[in-house]
């Protein structure tokens, strides 16, 4: 059973656009939730989080937005650039544990 | 240069050769997670350890040890690999759960 659901696999966004990248959950357990960046052949990288209690964290070109009574949650991307290319990763922690979803592989089209 | 390292970088075994990647953080974290990393099913918890001697199962822990003796390591161990455990595997380290986990670089493991 997935916890955490990233359901497109991929998402193709011309540059200079808006990215917007969806997340939802299952457990309402869950009360932080966090994004991170993954390019070929390295870790992942965090790029943003958001604490259960807020509905939106900005971080310059990044905005996480939070839906606690849909369980979404969006990740936003503007504009979009060449090096926004990578695999997005949603997260969701609740007391110990945090679960990761799928991925969302974003490609930024020139 | 604060870094979470792990050794080897890449490794061919054979089914049944038992096997350890080390995993090493510089940053005085308590929290330290292995996880693989799969086609499809993207990034899926190993094991976690919360403190020196202390660990726990993630989601995905049958055929893995691990072992936390000090704060700064924390070693995944297959006993005896089997192909199923053929992956990409990412140690992390963190403050705590809910705060920024720093990856690793990754160790792509092929049981033959």
């Known amino acids: 059973d997935q916890q955490v659901k990233q359901n497109s696999p991929s998402l193709s966004v011309q540059e200079g656009r808006i990215s917007i990248l969806n997340c939802d959950y299952t457990n309402s357990m869950f009360d932080y939730f966090l994004w991170y960046k993954k390019y070929p052949a390295e870790g992942p990288t965090f790029l943003i989080s958001i604490s259960s209690i807020k509905d939106k964290n900005e971080d310059g070109r990044f905005t996480v937005f939070l839906n606690k009574s849909a369980k979404h949650l969006s990740l936003h991307i503007v504009p979009s650039q060449p090096g926004d290319s990578a695999v997005y990763f949603c997260?969701?922690?609740?007391?110990?544990?945090?679960?990761f979803g799928k991925g969302t592989r974003l490609h930024i089209l020139p | 240069e604060a870094q979470v390292t792990q050794n080897p970088r890449y490794l061919i075994t054979v089914t049944g050769k038992k096997l350890t990647v080390t995993c090493s953080q510089n940053?005085?974290?308590?929290?330290m997670s292995w996880y693989r990393q799969d086609p499809g099913l993207g990034l899926r918890q190993i094991y976690y350890s919360m403190n020196v001697e202390v660990t726990d199962k993630g989601d995905v822990p049958e055929g893995y040890k691990v072992s936390r003796k000090e704060k700064r390591n924390f070693p995944l161990i297959l006993e005896s690999p089997s192909p199923n455990q053929t992956s990409l595997y990412f140690c992390?380290?963190?403050?705590?759960?809910?705060?920024?986990?720093?990856f690793g670089p990754g160790t792509r493991l092929t049981v033959l």
């Open positions: 992390a380290s963190s403050t705590g759960i809910s705060d920024t986990q720093y």
């Open positions: 940053m005085n974290h308590e929290y």
């Open positions: 997260a969701a922690s609740a007391g110990d544990k945090i679960i």
